[in-house]
Every structure is written in structure tokens, then in C-alpha cells.
């Protein structure tokens, strides 16, 4: 399995690029800000062909190039639900600060984010892409409609998780933006992250990769936490 990424745009959104190989269809995830350029080298150099594109929420920082990324290789694009609005209104979920900021900008400068192509996510739905076989996970909390996508890996490297905006190394999505919801959080840690085994490698939406072990034993949003019932572990 092919697994290579980089971070995007001023925000540092990590895109990533997921395939069962070299010369072999691929999976596109969370095209933020400035990665077409990014996404065309990884494609050229490992000579990949685009199937879909997944987004693990609906913020503009990870959703900022979907359009053009899905709309040019003719290629659906994957959402929750929950937060397809911001597709259409991508000033929707962010914060006061970064709305102001944008407002000042020409209408032409502002992203059309929605693709042509928009399909549905939901809690449980197991994705067949590009010969990959992933596990959708619904983790409400920072977005209403934030989601993790899980795979096996291949043998040559352990079980994955895509986690977006909703864990990272050291901590967690913040809550305070619109539409963000602290309990929910802590009950889609309780059941997503902590039920799922050690060895899993987290590939979050910023910063560097980690690992459930890791995360469980010194994260402090983990602490004291319990595990909750979940779907099937990877």
C-alpha cells in the first residue's frame, strides 16, 4: 500500500494520498488550499489515477480545492451530510475572526468548494475505492458532521486512521467553532478512538502522524476516559 501526503495551504491541512500501489488507481483526501499542484507531482511521480475524493468534515481549510480537484479528473467527492452545507456555504463553520478576514476579500478570491459530484457518508458504511476497503466512522464533536475513515493496511504497515479535525498528536479538534459540540466529542473519543487497538497509525488533518498507544497513554483529552461500545476494531 501506497500512503504519501503533505500540508496544504497557510492552514497546514494535511492532503493526503492513499493507493494499493504504484500505477494503480487512488483515493484523494481532504484537498485543502493550494494542493493541486501537490496532488499532480504525488500523481505523476507514483503514476496514480484519481477514483474519488474524501472529506473528513467540512471545513474550508480541508475542502478549500475539492471542487476543482473532484470537477478536474472527473471523480465524485465523499461528505458527511451534516456538513454538505458548507460545501455550498464554506464561510458557514468557521470562526468570527476568519469570516471577517475572508469578507474582505473579492468575491472572486472566495473558493466554490461544491463539486459536481457529492455523495453521501454515513456512520458504519464500509468504502470500496481504488481497491481499498475502508470503514467510515461518524465523530461528531468538532463539526456535526465530522468522520474518520479506517483501513486494514496491506501487511507492510499497520491499520490506519484518517482522522481529520477530530484527534491529533498530543490532542483533539476544538469544539467552540460553529456547530462544534464538546460532549459529543468526548463521546466520539469514548467510542472511536479508544476501542480501536494500539498499533493503529492516526494520520490526523495537522501536524504529525501518531498512533492509538500513543494517544491513549498520553493524551490529556484521553485521560481518565473509558471506552464505549463500537463498531468492529481494524
Same mark, same amino acid.
Do not use: I
Given at each position: 500500500m501506497l500512503v504519501t501526503g503533505f500540508p496544504a495551504g497557510p492552514w497546514g491541512a494535511n492532503c493526503f494520498v492513499l493507493a494499493s500501489g504504484e500505477g494503480s488507481e487512488c483515493i484523494l483526501i481532504d484537498p485543502g488550499m493550494d494542493c493541486e499542484a501537490g496532488i499532480a507531482e504525488i500523481l505523476s511521480k507514483h503514476h496514480l489515477r484519481?477514483? &474519488?475524493?474524501?472529506?473528513?468534515h467540512g471545513h474550508l481549510d480541508h475542502t478549500w480545492?475539492?471542487?476543482p480537484v473532484a470537477d478536474g479528473y472527473g471523480i465524485p467527492a465523499y461528505i458527511h451530510p451534516s456538513d454538505r452545507e458548507q460545501l455550498t456555504n464554506p464561510l458557514a463553520g468557521i470562526s468570527p475572526e476568519t469570516q471577517m478576514m475572508m469578507s474582505n476579500l473579492s468575491p472572486d478570491s472566495l473558493p466554490h468548494v461544491e463539486p459536481d459530484d457529492v455523495r453521501d457518508l454515513s456512520d458504519g458504511l464500509e468504502l470500496d475505492? &481504488?481497491?481499498i476497503k475502508l470503514t467510515v466512522d461518524e465523530v461528531p464533536g468538532h463539526t456535526p458532521g465530522s468522520v474518520v475513515f479506517r483501513c486494514f493496511g496491506d501487511g507492510t504497515i499497520p491499520p490506519l486512521m484518517f482522522s481529520g479535525d477530530f484527534l491529533f498528536a498530543g490532542s483533539i479538534g476544538r469544539?467552540?467553532?460553529p456547530g462544534g459540540d464538546h460532549q459529543a466529542m468526548l463521546r466520539s473519543l469514548a467510542s472511536v478512538v479508544l476501542s480501536q487497538r494500539d498499533e493503529m497509525v492516526v494520520l490526523p488533518g495537522h501536524g504529525p502522524q501518531t498512533t492509538i498507544g500513543q494517544e491513549r497513554a498520553t493524551n490529556p483529552f484521553l485521560a481518565g476516559m473509558t471506552a464505549e461500545p463500537a463498531g468492529p476494531t481494524l
Open positions: 484519481p477514483s &474519488a475524493v474524501l472529506l473528513t480545492s475539492v471542487a475505492l &481504488a481497491g469544539t467552540d467553532l
